[in-house]
């Protein structure tokens, strides 16, 4: 094969060859300032508005002037919760949930060591959310709700517009943010129908075939959101800083793209994950896939492995050439188990030893055949070191089998 076997699209993607061909004039001839009063930048400026309403009509029809370009998803989230927050100092409320992107998570988390109260909203063993929790959270001071539409690891799909609605019934000046970063491109979302509860959405373009360095924000005509970066007037004052204008013109080509193309991407690839998932599941023993009772992305296969660890799977599918993660890239580094299984429950056995492979429109069968090939040797390569595995037989050793069902480190 050429090149590596990338299954690891949640983390990032491939730019399209139509988003760098739309990009490319903005490096070269029309590389102006877009603030400029002079001709060439005009063309700049156009650029992006056009880009905008792009943008604004591949979710929904929503006014342009709602959408508000950042430099990633991270960003998004934070300006979306800050904003909100000194917008609205009077409440001091918010509810998320267990298994949020770190950019959401962590500012929860930040957000308790400034007093404020922060609630987490449970899931159940297959990432479904407690829809009873999160209805008995809601709080006459409430301010905002941030709850994530898919989430990065298991892809689990959150019911967003139901929980949207419910919470403009209990009270419609509560605020409603989701992070719609590994959705967009890859599910409807029409702000104007279904998701029309929601406030403040959020997303990247590295996510769909755009390049690094580019987000946006969808901000609801009215919504009361302080500007999170000042100092400028661009983007109508409310994020100050000169604009990227190639990225903005390939974000909008990557959603352009996505429409284009949908029904027919979604379709193949979800056909490919189905095909690896049977195909692993069926050759390794002892596996279960995390999420795969609910409603899932189509892309999306988190495979949990009994008694072996995730960082011996990553680096023995690097050293064949195949990518893919753990979990979020934006906490690859730590050596800690995702704090989305452990949210579900997932067994000690199993919550080191799980792999995460997306695809994209750009996976081919052969990337999924090679996988299938070498995957279950691999496994079998690292069970042999396991004490808790018995070679001969291939399953655990019989004081080890009732692990499985522990969540926590037995003591000793």
């Known amino acids: 094969m050429k090149g590596p076997t990338y299954l690891d699209n949640n983390a990032t993607t491939r730019v399209a060859p139509e988003v760098v061909e739309a990009m490319r004039p903005f490096f070269e001839d029309l590389y102006f300032n877009p603030s400029s009063m002079y001709e060439p930048a005009q063309q700049a400026h156009n650029a992006i508005e056009e880009a905008r309403r792009t943008v604004a009509e591949a979710l929904g029809g929503v006014r342009p002037q709602e959408i508000l370009f950042t430099g990633c998803a991270t960003e998004s989230n934070n300006a979306a919760i800050f904003g909100t927050i000194a917008a609205n100092p009077a409440r001091r409320h918010v509810i998320t949930t267990c298994v949020e992107h770190p950019t959401v998570f962590e500012v929860g988390r930040e957000l308790q060591r400034r007093e404020f109260e922060v609630d987490f909203i449970p899931v159940d063993t297959s990432g479904r959310l407690d829809m009873g929790a999160y209805v008995r959270a809601l709080r006459p001071d409430t301010l905002m709700v941030s709850l994530m539409h ?8 959150f019911p967003v517009a139901d929980l949207a609605r419910i919470t403009k019934e209990t009270d419609p000046s509560i605020i409603v943010h989701t992070d719609a970063t590994q959705t967009v491109g890859k599910i409807e979302l029409n702000l104007e129908g279904a998701f029309k509860h929601v406030d403040l959405l959020s997303f990247s373009g590295h996510k769909l075939h755009a390049p690094k360095g580019i987000g946006a924000l969808f901000m609801r005509r009215g919504t009361p959101c302080r500007p999170f970066l000042i100092g400028g007037h661009q983007e109508e004052g409310r994020r100050a800083g000169t604009e990227n204008v190639a990225f903005i013109v390939g974000l909008a080509k990557a959603l352009e793209l996505a429409a284009e193309n949908h029904d027919t ?21 002892f596996t279960q896939v995390n999420g795969g009772e609910t409603e899932r992305l189509a892309n999306t296969l988190n495979l949990a492995i009994h008694f072996i660890e995730g960082e011996g799977i990553l680096y023995q599918l690097s050293a064949v050439g195949i990518c893919a993660s753990s979990g979020s890239a934006c906490t690859s580094g730590s050596l800690e188990p995702s704090h989305v299984l452990r949210a579900m429950s997932i067994p000690f056995t199993a919550v080191h030893g799980s792999v995460r492979f997306s695809l994209s429109r750009y996976t081919t069968e052969e990337e999924i055949d090679h996988v299938i090939e070498i995957f279950p040797e691999i496994v079998a390569n690292l069970r042999r070191l396991s004490p808790y ?7 655990p050793r019989p004081e080890a089998a009732p692990l499985m069902h522990q969540t926590e480190m037995p003591a000793g």
């Open 389 to 395: 595995w018995d070679v001969k037989r291939n399953a």
């Open 150 to 157: 898919a989430n990065n690891e298991t892809g689990v799909i």
């Open 265 to 285: 991407d979604q379709e193949r690839i979800r056909r490919l994950r189905d095909k690896l998932q049977k195909e692993l599941t069926n050759r390794i023993p």
